[in-house]
């Protein structure tokens, strides 16, 4: 059950991101998102750019820096991703 609401939702987000208002560079972004292809710390790392102990968050909050945590846990730069999301219309529950 919890899967098939993951997936409906997901594909709501995505469906979200072709609409034909959506700008541009706006899609790319939340496409390289739902891909996991943001140059976080975490594939810097796994791609060899950066060392294996340059991984941390740039807000300096001291964890890893994956996209899930910059967009939901992050005490910076969550909070500015719910500002976005409320200036768009999208409400959600947070973690």
């Known amino acids: 059950m919890f899967m098939q609401q993951e997936m409906h939702d997901h594909d ?38 950066i060392p294996l102990d340059a991984q941390l968050c740039i807000s300096g909050c001291g964890h890893h820096e994956r996209a899930e945590h910059l967009i939901i846990h992050c005490l910076t730069f969550g909070s500015l991703w719910q500002l976005v999301k409320s200036w768009i219309g999208v409400y959600s529950v947070g973690p």
């Open 12 to 49: 709501l987000v995505s469906d979200a991101v072709w609409h034909k208002h959506v700008p541009l560079k706006v899609f790319i972004c939340a496409w390289r998102l739902f891909r996991n292809r943001w140059s976080t710390e975490d594939n810097l790392q796994r791609r060899g750019v």
